[in-house]
């Protein structure tokens, strides 16, 4: 066992990553793309598989620049976590409480100093809301019973294939600046 008290998971890259106290160097971008290209968004309970990767690259599509490298990593920690649905979230405070720690360290491992924090939080929101209309409408058997959500953006989604993800979301980081 190790100072962690043995809570931790092998990753892609072969690290040890320490999920109940995330550490700067366990975290690697070819990590998180690898994991989230292979990441089924919504439970995988989709009509055929859309991974949290390209989820992810659309967000940052759809936002304005200052903010496209947050979108990118704003559901980064399931890299290390499952991708929960909302609703399971909601009720799982430490859940949320540990996903949240794990997300403040890979921002801090990839985000530029200065980085516009300050009201990037709602624009993810909203941004994520009507991603999450569009996905609703192009991937979900059934939605009749969510909460309302905004317009959705008007093409279709065509999933990636996982490995098409993976570069994709690599080749994203690298042109928004993310410090590897």
């Known amino acids: 066992m190790d100072e962690y008290g043995g809570h931790w998971i092998t990753t ?26 292979l990441t089924c968004r919504f439970g995988g309970q989709c ?3 859309y991974s949290v990767a390209e989820h992810s690259i659309r967000m940052a599509e759809i936002v304005l620049d200052e903010y496209k490298l947050f979108a ?36 801090d491992k990839f985000m530029p100093s200065g980085y516009p924090w300050l009201g990037s ?9 009507i991603l999450l209309a569009t996905e609703a409408r192009d991937l979900m ?8 959500l905004p317009e959705p953006l008007p093409d279709v989604i065509v999933p990636y294939p996982c490995r ?5 979301f690599l080749n994203c980081f690298d042109k928004l600046g993310g410090i590897s």
């Open 72 to 107: 990118l990593l704003h559901d980064a920690s399931e890299a290390y976590l499952p991708d929960l649905p909302r609703p399971e979230k909601a009720v799982l405070p430490q859940f949320k409480e540990m996903e949240r720690d794990i997300l403040v360290a890979i921002w």
């Open 164 to 168: 098409m993800a993976e570069e994709e």
């Open 121 to 129: 939080g709602v624009v993810i929101k909203e941004a994520d809301n």
């Open 141 to 148: 058997p059934n939605t009749d019973d969510w909460a309302k």
């Open 12 to 37: 892609y890259t072969g690290r040890k990553f320490h999920f109940l106290d995330p550490q700067l160097d366990e975290i690697d971008i070819v990590d998180i793309a690898h994991a989230l290209s």
């Open 47 to 49: 009509k055929q598989f």
